[in-house]
């Protein structure tokens, strides 16, 4: 009987004090709140991706319709407007975008080559026509398998046009099949819808570099177990493309990482990778710069 009365005076301990505890509690965020459900068209989408290439090439976001509380990440973490890749007016050679009208997202893919190489990867959050979220993905020299040359080369062979109605993927499918993938790298025995030709670009390293029509992409998913977490997706269904922001291992400090995924008729075709963590170099042509180390051999 003792026991039941001080676990029930525990309790009601706690139940008074939790106004008090919540009163203290951190204080609210500077930023507006992501939104579970937000509103957008995607006319209203498909502005933003625009004026936010042409704001790279400038060096201003000044023509995006920023929320006065939008928050601002790179690689992943937050940082202040004015310190974003943004701000600096860029040579932008290759840019492309996808669209999710549901998510009210977007992702945009940059490529510059010089004089300072980056291929950028850039995603806006909106709601009711505004851009309540930045997050951009620098990649650059001495980043995994970086080579800009090689990344605008074979980005700009590619075919990434709308669909025809008959090509598409459902957006679940697609989902199951970029998680297929990702959770590959800690489970070797997944499904993966993979279609053929297949080709993935990561970093600048290319996987058919002989242009063959009955290329692969089962090649390069490393030994071991890595596990991928953090997973946000961006599904485009004019153009069959599921884009996830994800983290590799620790859900807090993991390595920022972007996957995006070309479907057509269900099965993988194209793959883009972006991951600015340190590692080799791709070359021009997009192969390896250390002999017999090819990832994707």
């Known amino acids: 009987m003792r026991i039941t009365t001080t676990i029930a005076a525990a309790l009601l301990a706690a139940t008074i004090a939790t106004p008090a505890l919540a009163q203290n509690g951190p204080p609210p965020s500077p930023y507006t709140p992501r939104v579970d459900k937000p509103t957008c068209t995607m006319d209203e989408l498909k502005a933003a991706t625009s004026a936010y290439v042409e704001g790279q090439?400038?060096?201003?976001?000044?023509?995006?319709?920023?929320?006065?509380?939008?928050?601002?990440?790179?690689?992943?973490?937050?940082?202040?407007?004015?310190?974003?890749?943004?701000?600096?007016?860029?040579?932008?050679?290759?840019?492309?975008?996808?669209?999710?009208?549901?998510?009210?997202?977007t992702f945009s893919e940059v490529i510059v080559t010089g004089p300072t190489p980056y291929v950028i990867g850039t995603r806006l959050y909106m709601d009711k026509g505004k851009v309540i979220r930045?997050?951009?993905?620098?990649?650059?020299?001495?980043?995994?398998?970086?080579?800009?040359?090689?990344?605008?080369?074979?980005?700009k062979a590619e075919n990434w046009e709308p669909l025809m109605k008959y090509q598409g993927t459902s957006a679940a499918e697609m989902i199951r099949g970029a998680n297929a993938y990702l959770d590959a790298f800690s489970d070797k025995f997944t499904d993966i819808p993979w279609g053929q030709p297949c080709a993935r670009l990561e970093g600048g390293a290319y996987t058919n570099r002989e242009g063959r029509a009955d290329a692969s992409c089962e090649v390069g998913i490393p030994a071991g177990v890595l596990y991928i977490v953090n997973r946000d997706y961006l599904i485009d269904p004019e153009k069959g493309v599921i884009n996830v922001?994800?983290?590799?291992?620790?859900?807090?400090?993991?390595?920022?990482?972007?996957?995006?995924?070309?479907?057509?008729?269900?099965?993988?075709?194209?793959?883009?990778?972006?991951?600015?963590?340190?590692?080799?170099?791709?070359?021009?042509?997009?192969?390896?710069?250390?002999?017999?180390?090819?990832?994707?051999?």
């Open 57 to 105: 090439k400038t060096g201003s976001l000044g023509g995006l319709p920023l929320h006065e509380k939008a928050e601002y990440l790179q690689d992943m973490k937050t940082i202040p407007d004015a310190e974003g890749m943004w701000n600096t007016a860029l040579k932008v050679d290759h840019a492309m975008s996808f669209h999710d009208p549901v998510r009210c997202k």
């Open 134 to 155: 930045v997050d951009s993905l620098v990649t650059t020299t001495g980043h995994w398998l970086f080579n800009a040359n090689a990344y605008l080369k074979y980005s």
């Open 245 to 297: 922001f994800c983290r590799f291992g620790n859900s807090a400090t993991g390595g920022p990482d972007s996957h995006t995924f070309r479907f057509i008729d269900g099965k993988i075709r194209l793959a883009h990778t972006l991951n600015p963590i340190p590692g080799p170099q791709a070359n021009d042509e997009g192969g390896f710069d250390r002999p017999g180390a090819d990832p994707n051999a």
